[in-house]
């Protein structure tokens, strides 16, 4: 079973741009958080997207959005880039409930200069 | 605001000794769950605790679960360069039908050899 895969690896932006990351779950994982990850804050909960319904958003300004797709793809946009959104964006598959564990891809190394 | 403390936050140890970690919360959470993280990659799930006082093994680790669900800790026996990386716990809030991931700040632990 293919794991979960975000794209890119990598990214450099330009403050005030914006960028839009994507996050492919495990096959039959409907649910799918984002997290941002950096070394003061440590890893903080984005949103999470059931059956293409937002279903919890973290304390992070609007200019942080999702969406999910009907074949539970789900993209992750940032707009009007800040230095301080230069981070490890990872998202995160999970059949849905609140007592399983959650699957992780190798996450968005986005660097804002 | 829902918050775990995790302890230590550094541990360089030897070879062959023991270690346990600590995660702690003033709120209860449905479930549990510990990851182990490499540099630049995302948390790998270690386990998931669901009851209160529940022990599990994983070879050289046990995880344990409060009896009141609000901390958990993570043994391992007989350390291993290979354990090297930062292990996190991280409580699952619920909300109606939200599901949330609160982290704790991360051991980064170092094995010696």
């Known amino acids: 079973k293919a794991g979960v895969t975000q794209t890119p690896r990598y990214l450099i932006k330009t403050r005030g741009q914006q960028v839009t990351l994507s996050c492919s779950p495990i096959s039959g994982h409907r649910s799918v958080s984002w997290y941002q990850q950096t070394p003061g804050q440590g890893l903080q909960f984005l949103f999470e997207?059931?059956?293409?319904?937002?279903?919890n958003k973290g304390n992070f300004p609007g200019r942080f959005s999702g969406r999910q797709f009907s074949n539970s793809r789900s993209e992750m946009n940032v707009s009007t880039l800040e230095l301080g959104d230069s981070a490890l964006y990872l998202c995160a598959s999970s059949p849905g409930g609140t007592k399983t564990g959650a699957f992780f891809g190798q996450g968005t190394r986005l660097t804002v200069v | 605001t829902q918050l775990l403390e995790q302890s230590p936050q550094f541990l360089s140890i030897q070879e062959g000794e023991n270690l346990t970690v600590y995660c702690n919360s003033s709120s209860v959470f449905s479930s549990l769950q510990w990851y182990r993280q490499e540099p630049g990659e995302g948390p790998v799930l270690l386990v998931t605790?669901?009851?209160?006082?529940e022990v599990k093994k994983l070879k050289r680790l046990t995880f344990q679960f409060g009896d009141a669900r609000k901390d958990s800790s993570l043994h391992i026996t007989a350390a291993q360069p290979g354990d090297t990386g930062l292990y996190l716990c991280a409580g699952v809030f619920s909300s109606g039908s939200a599901r949330q991931l609160t982290f704790g700040s991360g051991t980064q632990l170092t094995v010696l050899p």
């Open positions: 605790v669901v009851t209160g006082g």
């Open positions: 997207y059931f059956s293409e319904t937002q279903r």
